[in-house]
């Protein structure tokens, strides 16, 4: 499977994956467990998280990902949040923890 992004971290990486599968295409996250270990390791492209999709949907999918980029960077500008259940860090635009489902805490 090809790699149609590569992520800086793994949210952004489930992200990405998440808006290919909204738009149909299949894909796959691949390297979260590399990165979990980087702490041993020096940082670099092979140890971030990458988006996989299959050969057919590679084309389309790129094009989405740059959409996705241009939408990510404006979700950059909303604070992000802590779940409560799991500590995941979550962007502003998420509603539900992406790693373990959990609705955003209310603060009022
Ligand atoms: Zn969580």
Redesign the pocket.
């Known amino acids: 499977m090809p790699v149609v992004y590569s992520a800086a971290h793994p949210t952004e990486a489930h992200l990405c994956r998440q808006f290919l599968e909204d738009q149909g295409i299949e894909a796959r996250v691949d390297g979260e467990l590399l990165w979990q270990a980087r702490g041993e390791l020096p940082p670099n492209e092979a140890t971030n998280p990458t988006v996989l999709v299959s050969d057919e949907k590679f084309e389309q999918a790129r094009l989405l990902v740059v959409e996705f980029e241009a939408n990510h960077a404006a979700d950059r500008e909303l604070d992000s949040w802590s779940?409560s259940?799991?500590d995941?860090d979550n962007p502003g635009s998420f509603d539900e923890?992406w790693?373990?489902?959990?609705a955003m805490a209310s603060e009022t």
Request: charged residues 10%; aromatic residues 0%.
């Open positions: 779940c259940q799991c995941e923890c790693n373990c489902g959990a």
